[in-house]
């Protein structure tokens, strides 16, 4: 008798596959049919993400983790996997009565420690202490990534910022018009921003901290959330419970980004199948 198998709890649902499926079909005809299903390998994949695990310890119950390995990295390289998550940020944002693109965003950086993999793009954040890569981000105000970047954590935020701005986006967001910031991101970035992309940049500061510095009040003590910044960190609240994203693992900077959208990508699956 043929055992059954029990799904894990990061592969997709029926609801969720014929989301994906559409969106990760290969253009090309040519040649033989795949071997292996395209949604086993995208359940490996989240998996993957998911667990933690390395890629050559994949479960039986998977295609080779080679295989896996194999379509990961082509629908990186042919920018499949940055279509996808896009493709799920617009139905998310249609879903929710929103305008497809944006007119306002968030913009913050985390630093990660970094595996024994090596690679290039690695560094010391010397205020925060710590050696690995940064992860810039961009996200609307609902915390859906618009765009992401992995570069060395000795870079500033100022810089880290103009990286993540010139290389991600490139006229892809045409409504955008205001970012709000830290005050990292204040002096050179803001006149960069304003000059060359033609938004705004804004550092929201807590007002009662405000009142301090003109002696207004006494000094504010204790956690307090900002407004608007408090969406962006909210987001990385939600990729620090993907395990593969604890860390950076991987050798290339591009893999790390990559990562992060397959990990928003399951996010909003799981989103818009509860919505439908």
């Given at each position: 008798?043929?055992?059954?198998?029990?799904?894990y709890?990061?592969?997709?649902?029926?609801?969720?596959?014929?989301?994906?499926?559409?969106?990760?079909?290969?253009?090309?005809?040519?040649?033989?049919?795949?071997?292996?299903?395209?949604?086993?390998?995208?359940?490996?994949?989240?998996?993957?993400?998911?667990?933690?695990?390395?890629?050559?310890?994949?479960?039986?119950?998977?295609?080779?983790?080679?295989?896996?390995?194999?379509?990961?990295?082509?629908?990186?390289?042919?920018?499949?996997?940055?279509?996808?998550?896009?493709?799920?940020?617009?139905?998310?944002?249609?879903?929710?009565?929103?305008?497809r693109?944006?007119?306002?965003?968030?913009?913050?950086?985390?630093v990660?420690?970094?595996?024994?993999?090596?690679?290039?793009?690695?560094?010391?954040?010397?205020?925060?202490?710590?050696?690995?890569?940064?992860r810039?981000?961009?996200?609307?105000?609902?915390?859906?990534?618009?765009?992401?970047?992995?570069?060395?954590?000795?870079?500033?935020?100022?810089?880290?910022?103009?990286?993540?701005?010139?290389?991600?986006?490139?006229?892809?967001?045409?409504r955008?018009?205001?970012?709000?910031?830290?005050?990292?991101?204040?002096?050179?970035?803001?006149?960069?921003?304003?000059?060359?992309?033609?938004?705004?940049?804004?550092?929201?500061?807590?007002r009662?901290?405000?009142?301090?510095?003109?002696?207004?009040?006494?000094?504010?003590?204790?956690?307090?959330?900002?407004?608007?910044?408090?969406?962006?960190?909210?987001?990385?609240?939600?990729?620090?419970?993907?395990?593969?994203?604890?860390?950076?693992?991987?050798?290339?900077?591009?893999?790390?980004?990559?990562?992060?959208?397959?990990a928003?990508?399951?996010?909003?699956?799981?989103?818009?199948?509860?919505?439908?």
């Amino acid at each position: 008798m043929p055992s059954t198998r029990h799904p894990y709890p990061s592969d997709l649902s029926d609801e969720e596959w014929v989301l994906l499926k559409p969106l990760l079909a290969s253009p090309e005809r040519r040649g033989r049919p795949p071997k292996w299903p395209t949604r086993r390998v995208a359940d490996a994949v989240f998996y993957l993400l998911r667990s933690g695990c390395a890629w050559r310890m994949l479960p039986r119950e998977y295609p080779p983790w080679q295989t896996v390995y194999y379509h990961f990295r082509k629908w990186r390289l042919d920018g499949r996997l940055r279509r996808v998550h896009d493709a799920l940020r617009t139905e998310v944002r249609a879903r929710e009565g929103r305008a497809r693109d944006p007119s306002a965003a968030v913009i913050d950086s985390q630093v990660v420690k970094t595996g024994r993999a090596g690679g290039p793009e690695r560094g010391d954040d010397g205020a925060k202490r710590l050696a690995g890569r940064k992860r810039h981000i961009l996200v609307d105000t609902n915390g859906l990534v618009l765009a992401a970047r992995v570069h060395g954590a000795d870079l500033p935020d100022r810089d880290g910022g103009r990286h993540l701005l010139a290389k991600s986006l490139g006229g892809e967001l045409p409504r955008l018009e205001l970012v709000w910031a830290d005050g990292a991101y204040s002096g050179e970035f803001r006149r960069w921003v304003e000059e060359e992309l033609g938004w705004r940049v804004e550092v929201p500061y807590h007002r009662d901290r405000q009142l301090w510095r003109y002696g207004l009040e006494e000094k504010p003590r204790g956690f307090r959330v900002l407004p608007r910044r408090w969406v962006v960190e909210r987001t990385f609240a939600w990729l620090s419970q993907v395990r593969r994203l604890s860390k950076d693992y991987e050798r290339l900077p591009e893999v790390a980004e990559a990562m992060i959208y397959g990990a928003m990508s399951r996010l909003m699956l799981r989103r818009l199948a509860r919505a439908a």
